[in-house]
């Protein structure tokens, strides 16, 4: 079955420090990866995403992933951590459902961030 | 910026009321989606318009009734619910349902509490 893992349920970094959060993912076929971003109070806001090509997608605030077929992985990472980033991010592969698309979440990562 | 539009922000009704969600985007996105997410947890896919016409509803509850007049605006009508049923509702858009590499877009979301 489609599954996507994100290992970290809470992490803490300090302003300015490099950041990544990972994403696993369980899928047959290539997969069409997603990563969201969710202020508190707010809605989802789509980071970037990997459909085919590079591997390595850059996305809005700077952010960018990798996609690595052999290790089911697609890492989100930032060089250099903002206050404003604290949020939560799910990490989402898309497939085929019932003749429509669907999105499969992670349980998300939130991340908070030290002055 | 979201071009997903969601009124109201915030709703409080009672067990015995009736009310509706409204969702509105204006970039011409043939399908429509409306999730379901409770604190600290991913989104669940509640129902997808695609053309609009009903194409997936995941087992929900008859006390959530969706309806898509055009093809711009997504409902969600509410009525008897349960203090349980409190949480964001998301509604949600993309080109087409077809196809797992679809972009999904997300409001900003409706506050439901259910007293």
């Known amino acids: 079955a489609q599954s996507v893992t994100q290992p970290d349920i809470h992490i803490t970094v300090s302003e300015g420090a490099s950041l990544e959060l990972r994403c696993n993912y369980s899928?047959?076929?290539?997969?069409?990866l997603f990563w969201y971003v969710q202020s508190p109070g707010q809605g989802l806001q789509l980071l970037l995403k990997?459909?085919?090509?590079?591997?390595l997608v850059q996305g809005i605030k700077g952010f960018e992933a990798e996609f690595k077929r052999s290790q089911s992985s697609f890492n989100l990472r930032k060089p250099s951590v903002h206050w404003s980033d604290a949020a939560e991010y799910f990490c989402?592969?898309?497939?085929?459902?019932?003749?429509?698309?669907?999105?499969?979440f992670g349980q998300g990562t939130e991340l908070s961030v030290k002055p | 910026d979201t071009e997903v539009t969601q009124t109201p922000k915030h709703l409080v009704m009672g067990m015995t009321n009736k009310k509706s969600l409204k969702c509105e985007q204006h970039?011409?996105?043939?399908?429509m989606y409306w999730y379901k997410q409770k604190a600290k947890k991913p989104p669940e896919l509640m129902f997808v318009?695609?053309?609009?016409?009903?194409?997936i509803n995941e087992s929900v509850p008859s006390r959530f009734s969706p309806e898509c007049p055009n093809s711009s605006l997504l409902n969600l009508h509410l009525h008897a619910l349960q203090p349980e049923d409190s949480a964001l509702y998301l509604c949600a858009s993309s080109q087409d349902s077809q196809g797992p590499g679809n972009t999904i877009y997300f409001g900003e979301g409706s506050w439901l509490t259910v007293v």
């Open positions: 989402a592969v898309g497939l085929i459902y019932n003749q429509g698309g669907k999105l499969i």
């Open positions: 318009y695609s053309y609009e016409k009903l194409s």
């Open positions: 899928y047959g076929a290539t997969p069409y």
């Open positions: 990997y459909f085919s090509g590079d591997t």
């Open positions: 970039m011409g996105h043939r399908a």
